[in-house]
C-alpha cells in the first residue's frame, strides 16, 4: 500500500469515527473498552476500534465539547472512566449523521452513473 | 455551573499538568485492565489474557502521548484563535483599546513607579550590608535636642561599649584643593579610621584608613569619592600615593570609593582621617561635633543596647559637670527615611488610588463595550459557539489590553523615573539608585494579570448571562443590562469619590506649599545678594589673618557702587550651617542639670540692616565694638522674652564664652534654616569679638550679604573684589531667593508629584462620567425621542440628563469628602501653615469637581436633545 492510500485511510475514518462514537455512546454512557466494543457490535464486526485511535478520538471530542468524563465503576467492579453525550454532542450527531446521509446518497449517485 | 466547571478543566489541563497525566495514565491502566477481564471470560489465562490486551493497545505510551499531542494541539490552536481574533476586534476600534491600554498603561506605570521610588527609599534601606545593624547615636540635653557627641563622650563609649562590633565617628569640613589647575573647595568628612569598616564599605581603588592614620601626625591621607577621582584625577589607576594638597597641608591619596557608595549625602567628596588626639579635637574635648554611627554585634537586641546607653549614658560626663543626658539611637534606615517617609508614603496611597480609578474605569469601559457587543455575542452563541468559547474569547480581549496597558505602565515607569531623577536628584540621593528592578517588574506582571482576569471575567460573564434569544429580537437591556448598568454606575461612584479625596489631598498639599512659599522668613530676601568664602589655615593661620581679611573685605565691598547695604555673617540663613553653643545668663542661673543653648551668629555691623531684621530696642554693633573693646551682643525677641519677658533686655548681661557680654540691642527672630521650622534663640555678636580660639573654628567662613537694585551688577563685582584680596579664595554668589528655594524644593517636588497624580485622577474620573452618561443617553435615545415627540423641550432632556450626572457624581463626591475629612490628618505632619481640615479645600474642590462632572456629563446631555423624534421611533 502506498503512503497516499493510507492518508485517504486515516481521514475516512477520523470523520466515521466521531460519528460512530457520537452514536455509540447515544444509548449510555461508556468506558473506553465499551465504545470500542459498542462500535464493533452495532457495524457487525465491521470496525474493531484500537485504543491508539480510540483514546485520542476521544479526548479531542472531549476537548470539542462534545463529550464529558467521569470516573466511574465497571460493570464488574473496575475504576473506569466512562464518557456520555452533551447537549452539543447530540447536535453533533445529528449533524453529522445529517451529512453523512447526504454524502453517502451522492457517493451511491455518484458512482451509480454511467 | 457548566461554564465554571469548563474553565475549571481548562486550568487543570494547564495549571495541573501532572493531574492531567496521572489521569491519563489510569485510564490507560483501566482500559488493560477491562480487557484483561474480558478475555478471561472468554477462557484464557490470565498472564496470557493481559499480555494479549497490552499487544491489543499497541504500546501504552504511544497511546498516551498521541492523546497528549491532541489535547495541547486543540489548547494551543483556540488560544492561537482567540489572540488572533482578539487582536482584529481591538483593531477594529482603535479609540476602545487606546483608551483602556492608556488608562491601565497610566495606573500600573504610576504605580510602579513610586513602588520603585519607595521600595528604594524606605524598604531597601541604606546600600550597605547588613545595614539593619547600623545605628546612629545623638543625646538630647535639656535646652537642646538631637545634639551630636564630644570627643570625650565619643572616646568613653567607644572603648567601653560591650554591644556595638565597631563605633566610628565622623564630622564635616571643607577642604581647598591647591596645586590642581583652580583651587577647589570640596566638602569632606573627617573619620575615625573604623568609619569604612563599620559601614563595611570596600573601596574601589586601594585601601580605606589603617587603625593608626587615627593618630596626630599620621592623619595625612586621603580617601576620594568616585567623583573627586573623575574631576581632579581624570579617573587615572595610579591615583594612588600621590601626593594632594588640602588647605595648605599635604596629604597622600590611600584609596578611591566607588561610584555607588553613598552614605548621607551624595556632596562628600573626601574622607580624612580623624586623629581624635589632635590639638584641634583636645582643644574642643566637649565640644559636640562628632556624628556617631555604630554596627550592633550581630544579634544584639534593642533591650542590650538601651540597657548600655542607661549605663553609658551616664559615664560620659567630664568632672564637675552635672549635664542631664538622654541619650538614644536611630536605625540608619529610620535616617535615611526619615523624613521622606511619610510624603513618600502619602504619595504611594495617592497613586494606589489612581490605580483603582483606572481599573474602575477599564472595568466600566469593558462593561459598556459588553452590552455593545450583545448583539455580536448572540449571533455566535446561535451558529454554535460555546459560552466556555466566548468568556474565554473576552478573556483573551482583556488579557492582550491588559499586555498592551502593562507594556505602557512599564515604558511610563522607567521614562517617569529618568525623568524624576533628573529633577529630583538633588534633594533625593537614594532616587539615583532606583531602579526598576525585579521587585517593580514582578508587581506591574502581577498587576497586569490581575487587570487583565478581572476585566474578562466580569464583562465575560455578564455577557454570558444575558438572554440571547432577547438580544436577537431587539427586546434587548432590560433585566440584564440594567444590572451591568447599575454596576457601572457602582464604578463610577467609586471613581469619584477617590478622585475627590485625592484632589482634597492634593489641594491641601498646594494650599500648604503656597503657605510655605509664603512664609515670612524674617528678613529681606528680594534683590539679596549673597557670598560665601572659606578663609584657609594655610592663609590665614590665625585671628589677626582672619580679622584682617574681614575689614579688608567688608571695607571693599561697601565701596562698591550700586550697593545700598551690605554685611557680613558666619552663618547664613537658608546657607547650609550653624552654629549653637551653650551660654550662661547673669542673675538667671540656669537650674541644675539644665544648660540653655542658643544659635550664635558672629555678623559684621550692618548686617542686620541689610537683611531688614529689624532692630527693636537698642542699637546695632559698630565699628568700636572691636576685639579690644568690652563685649557686646544683640538677642532676638524669642530670647528677650524668655528672660525678661517684662523687662528690658538691654542692659543685660550673658555669657557663651570666657567674658560677659552686655546685651546694647534686641532684634526681630527669623527663620534659619527651613521655611516649615519655628525661629529659634539667636545671639548676634560682632565677629572680631569672637574669642581668638573659637574664631578658628566657626569664623573661617565668611558669608557677605549685599542689597542691590541690580543684582545682576553687583554679583560679578562681589567675586571680582574677593577674588582681587586674595586670588586663591573659591567664592561662591548666590541670591537669597535661590537658596530659600532651595531648602522647599522638596516639598514644592512633591506638590508636584501629588498634582500630576491627582490630574490624572480627575481625568479618568470624567472619562468614567462621560462613558456612563454617553451610554445612558444611547441606551435611552427612544424614550428621548418620544418626549421630543410629546413636546419635550431640549431644556427639559438637558436638565434631565444633567439631573442623573450631577446626582451620580453629587454621591461620590460627598463619599470622597467624608472619607478625606477623616484620612487627611496622615497629613498632618507634611502640611505647613493650614489646617487638615482647612475649609477651602473642603469647599473649592467638592465645587470644581461637579462643575467638571457637569461638563462631562454636557457633551452627551447635549447629544440626547438632538435626537430626532422621526429617526429613533421608526425602530420601534
Known amino acids: 500500500m502506498s503512503a497516499r492510500d493510507d492518508d485517504f485511510k486515516a481521514d475516512l475514518l477520523q470523520g466515521t469515527l466521531h460519528l460512530l462514537v457520537l452514536k455509540a455512546l447515544v444509548a449510555q454512557p461508556l468506558h473506553g473498552l465499551g465504545v470500542s466494543n459498542r462500535i464493533s457490535q452495532i457495524t457487525n464486526g465491521t470496525f474493531d476500534v484500537k485504543p491508539g485511535s480510540l483514546f485520542p478520538a476521544l479526548h479531542r471530542m472531549e476537548e470539542a465539547g462534545w463529550l464529558k468524563a467521569e470516573w466511574g465503576e465497571s460493570e464488574n467492579k473496575r475504576r473506569a472512566k466512562f464518557y456520555s453525550l452533551t447537549k452539543a454532542g447530540r447536535r453533533q450527531l445529528d449533524t453529522e449523521t445529517e451529512d453523512w446521509q447526504r454524502i453517502s446518497i451522492a457517493m451511491t449517485s455518484a458512482l451509480r452513473a454511467s | 455551573m457548566r461554564l465554571l466547571s469548563r474553565v475549571a478543566s481548562l486550568l487543570r489541563n494547564t495549571t495541573h499538568k501532572d493531574d492531567v497525566e496521572r489521569d491519563l495514565r489510569e485510564e490507560v491502566n483501566s482500559y488493560v485492565e477491562l480487557l484483561t477481564q474480558e478475555k478471561i471470560r472468554d477462557g484464557i489465562t490470565e498472564g496470557a489474557a493481559r499480555r494479549a490486551a497490552l499487544v491489543e493497545l499497541g504500546g501504552a505510551e504511544q497511546v498516551k502521548e498521541q492523546v497528549r499531542e491532541i489535547r495541547m494541539g486543540h489548547f494551543l490552536e483556540m488560544r492561537g484563535q482567540d489572540v488572533r481574533y482578539a487582536a482584529r476586534t481591538l483593531r477594529k476600534s482603535p479609540v ?116 593608626d592614620e587615627g593618630t596626630a601626625g599620621r592623619d595625612r591621607s586621603v ?166 468559547r466566548l468568556v474565554l474569547q473576552l478573556l483573551t480581549e482583556a ?106 489631598g492634593c489641594a491641601l498639599m498646594m494650599r500648604s506649599f503656597v503657605a510655605l512659599v509664603h512664609a515670612d522668613p524674617g528678613f529681606r530676601t528680594a534683590n539679596v545678594i549673597t557670598a560665601d568664602a572659606v578663609l584657609m589655615k594655610d592663609r590665614y593661620p590665625d585671628a589677626p589673618a582672619l580679622l584682617q581679611f574681614y575689614r579688608e573685605s567688608i571695607a571693599a565691598i561697601r565701596a562698591l557702587p550700586a550697593i545700598d547695604a551690605a554685611g557680613m555673617v558666619t552663618h547664613l540663613p537658608f546657607g547650609g550651617n550653624s552654629w549653637g553653643n551653650s551660654y550662661e545668663v547673669e542673675q538667671q542661673p540656669a537650674p541644675a542639670g539644665v544648660q540653655y543653648n542658643a544659635q550664635i551668629r558672629p555678623v559684621s555691623p550692618g548686617y542686620l540692616a541689610a537683611l531688614e531684621i529689624p532692630l527693636q530696642r537698642g542699637r546695632d554693633v559698630s565699628e568700636q565694638d572691636n576685639e579690644k573693646a568690652p563685649g557686646v551682643a544683640i538677642v532676638n525677641q524669642i530670647f528677650a522674652d524668655r528672660f525678661w519677658p517684662n523687662a528690658d533686655a538691654v542692659g543685660q548681661r550673658i555669657r557663651y564664652g570666657r567674658s560677659w557680654l552686655s546685651i546694647v540691642g534686641v532684634c526681630g527672630a527669623i527663620k534659619h534654616s527651613r521655611l516649615e521650622t519655628d525661629a529659634d534663640a539667636e545671639i548676634y555678636v560682632p565677629y572680631p569679638q569672637v574669642d581668638a580660639a573659637v574664631m578658628q573654628f566657626v569664623g573661617r567662613n565668611l558669608n557677605y550679604v549685599v542689597h542691590s537694585a541690580s543684582p545682576a551688577l553687583v554679583a560679578p563685582q562681589l567675586r571680582a573684589t574677593l577674588r582681587q584680596l586674595d586670588p586663591g579664595l573659591v567664592v561662591r554668589v548666590n541670591t537669597m531667593d535661590a537658596l530659600i528655594n532651595d531648602s522647599i524644593a522638596q516639598p514644592r517636588f512633591r506638590t508636584w508629584l501629588i498634582g500630576i497624580v491627582s490630574a490624572f485622577a480627575l481625568a479618568l474620573a470624567c472619562i ?83 462643575a467638571v462632572a457637569l461638563l462631562a456629563g454636557f457633551l452627551p446631555a447635549r447629544r440626547a436633545t438632538h435626537v430626532d423624534p422621526v429617526t429613533s421611533l421608526r425602530y420601534e
Open chain 2, 96 to 211: 476602545y483599546s487606546i483608551t483602556v491600554a492608556l488608562v491601565l498603561g497610566l495606573g500600573i506605570g504610576s504605580t510602579a513607579l513610586m513602588f520603585t521610588i519607595v521600595n528604594s527609599v524606605l524598604l531597601k534601606g541604606p546600600p550597605f550590608p547588613e545595614s539593619d545593624r547600623l545605628v546612629m547615636l545623638w543625646q538630647d540635653l535639656p535646652q537642646e535636642k538631637h545634639v551630636s557627641f564630644s570627643a570625650r563622650e565619643f572616646i568613653i563609649w567607644q572603648s567601653e561599649t560591650r554591644v556595638f562590633e565597631t563605633l566610628s565617628a565622623f564630622t564635616g569640613n571643607g577642604f581647598t584643593i591647591t596645586g590642581r589647575g583652580e583651587p577647589e573647595l570640596a566638602i569632606g568628612r573627617q573619620v575615625t579610621p573604623s568609619f569604612f569598616q563599620t559601614l563595611r564599605a570596600a573601596p574601589a581603588l586601594g585601601r580605606t584608613f589603617l587603625e
Open chain 2, 399 to 504: 488579557a492582550l489590553l491588559a499586555c498592551l496597558g502593562g507594556m505602557l505602565g512599564t515604558g511610563i515607569a522607567i521614562w517617569g523615573l529618568d525623568l524624576l531623577k533628573l529633577f529630583a536628584a538633588r534633594n533625593l540621593p537614594e532616587l539615583a539608585t532606583a531602579r526598576l528592578d525585579g521587585t517593580a517588574l514582578a508587581f506591574i506582571l502581577a498587576a497586569t494579570t490581575t487587570a487583565g482576569v478581572l476585566f474578562g471575567l466580569g464583562p465575560a460573564f455578564a455577557t454570558s448571562r444575558t438572554s440571547y434569544l432577547a438580544t436577537l429580537k431587539g427586546a434587548a437591556r432590560t433585566t440584564a443590562a440594567s444590572g451591568a448598568e447599575r454596576t457601572r454606575q457602582v464604578l463610577v461612584f467609586v471613581e469619584v469619590a477617590l478622585a475627590s479625596l485625592l484632589l482634597i
Open chain 2, 223 to 388: 580617601i576620594l569619592s568616585h567623583a573627586l577621582w573623575r574631576d581632579k584625577f581624570a579617573m587615572r589607576a595610579d591615583v594612588i600615593g600621590q601626593p594632594v594638597v588640602m588647605n595648605g597641608e599635604p596629604y597622600t591619596v590611600v584609596g578611591v570609593m566607588p561610584e555607588s557608595f553613598l552614605f548621607l549625602d551624595r556632596e562628600t567628596k573626601l574622607w580624612v582621617p580623624a586623629a581624635l588626639d589632635a590639638a584641634t579635637f583636645q582643644q574642643h574635648f566637649d565640644a559636640h561635633m562628632l556624628r556617631v554611627i555604630g554596627r550592633l554585634k550581630p544579634g544584639v537586641s534593642t533591650q542590650q543596647l538601651q540597657a548600655e546607653i542607661d549605663v553609658l549614658g551616664t559615664r560620659v560626663n567630664a568632672p564637675e559637670d552635672d549635664t542631664v543626658r538622654r541619650f538614644y539611637a536611630i536605625d540608619l534606615k529610620e535616617i535615611v527615611a526619615g523624613e521622606l517617609r511619610q510624603p513618600l508614603l502619602v504619595l504611594l496611597a495617592a497613586v494606589a488610588f489612581l490605580l483603582l480609578i483606572a481599573c474602575a474605569n477599564v472595568a466600566n469601559l469593558m462593561l459598556a463595550r459588553a452590552s455593545a457587543r450583545e448583539p455580536e455575542m448572540a449571533i455566535r452563541s446561535a451558529l454554535g459557539a460555546s459560552r466556555r
Open chain 2, 768 to 850: 468614567g462620567i462621560y462613558g456612563v452618561i454617553a451610554y445612558l443617553v444611547t441606551q435611552r435615545s427612544k424614550e428621548f425621542g418620544i418626549r421630543i415627540a410629546l413636546g419635550a423641550t431640549r431644556g427639559n432632556i438637558l436638565r434631565l440628563v444633567l439631573g442623573r450626572t450631577l446626582r451620580l457624581t453629587a454621591a461620590g463626591v460627598a463619599a470622597g469628602v467624608v472619607a478625606a475629612f477623616f484620612l487627611s490628618r496622615f497629613l498632618g505632619t507634611i502640611l505647613f501653615g493650614i489646617s487638615v481640615h482647612d475649609a477651602l479645600a473642603f469647599i473649592a474642590v467638592p465645587t470644581c469637581l461637579i
